[in-house]
């Protein structure tokens, strides 16, 4: 699979109704990442504690150096117009970027897809030992929306190149 397709991840304000996106961050096809705080909308309250202690992002970050979501969605506009990015958490994911456009009344200039569809049934069987192997080589610690995106971006690779664990 050669280029990569653009990998986006987002981490959320907690899961289930009320929460909303805090972090977006991308892996494109080139290897180049795109990372920002999303500055949390007026109405935008819900908080749970466990996934500020996963991604290590307080509310009080958020709304000293997150970014307007009107910003936030027209970079994502601008940078990925015409794209099909995929994701690994489709229903959540989706449902956040949802929010996130319908916050500053824009639409997706791009499309979001499962990245599940690109994986054969045997590379599915593969999929969670090769990720969680790419993720100790990078060394990382925290769940950040482009790091967590370059790392599933780099599982594909490797998924798709017949590596195994």
Not at 25 to 53: I, M, N, Q, S, T
Not at 81 to 89: K, L
Not at 100 to 116: G, N, Q, T
Request: proline share 4%.
């Amino acid at each position: 699979m050669d280029p990569l397709p653009t990998i986006l991840d987002i981490e959320a304000s907690g899961f289930g109704r009320g929460s909303y996106p805090i972090e977006i961050g991308y892996c494109a096809g080139d290897g180049k990442l795109f990372c920002c705080l999303v500055r949390p909308e007026d109405d935008w309250v819900h908080w749970d504690a466990a996934a500020e202690a996963l991604h290590g992002i307080s509310r009080t970050l958020l709304l000293g150096r997150g970014r307007p979501a009107r910003w936030v969605a027209e970079q994502l506009n601008a940078r990925l117009c015409g794209q099909t990015v995929f994701c690994d958490g489709w229903g959540h994911d989706y449902t956040w970027l949802n929010r996130l456009y319908d916050a500053v009344e824009l639409r997706p200039s791009f499309r979001l897809d499962d990245l599940r569809k690109l994986l054969s049934e045997d590379e599915a069987q593969r999929w969670k030992s090769i990720t969680e192997a790419v993720r100790a080589r990078q060394q990382l610690t925290r769940h950040r929306a482009s790091s967590d995106a370059r790392v599933l971006q780099l599982a594909l690779g490797e998924v798709k190149a017949g590596v195994s664990c």
